[in-house]
């Protein structure tokens, strides 16, 4: 996320697929599956329009709490 410095990272648990409906600019009505990476971008983007950024959805870890926090987990 370009929101965030390259080191952050949040484990935001996402849907495998989605499917996302939507109008045109000439106003035609279409819908279409995604999956994978597509999948997971889409949630992405769609938290940013809600307002929702990774802190909000769990523990922003960087690169100086991601080491200490891999050695504290069992």
Known sequence: CLSFPKEA???VPRA???TLEW???EGSRN???FEGLAAI???HEIDHLDGKLMSDRGELLTAETLPARKKAQP
């Open 9 to 11: 990272y949040v484990r």
């Open 41 to 43: 971008c889409i949630q």
């Open 16 to 18: 495998a697929t989605v």
């Open 31 to 33: 819908k279409r599956r």
């Open 23 to 25: 109008t045109s600019r």
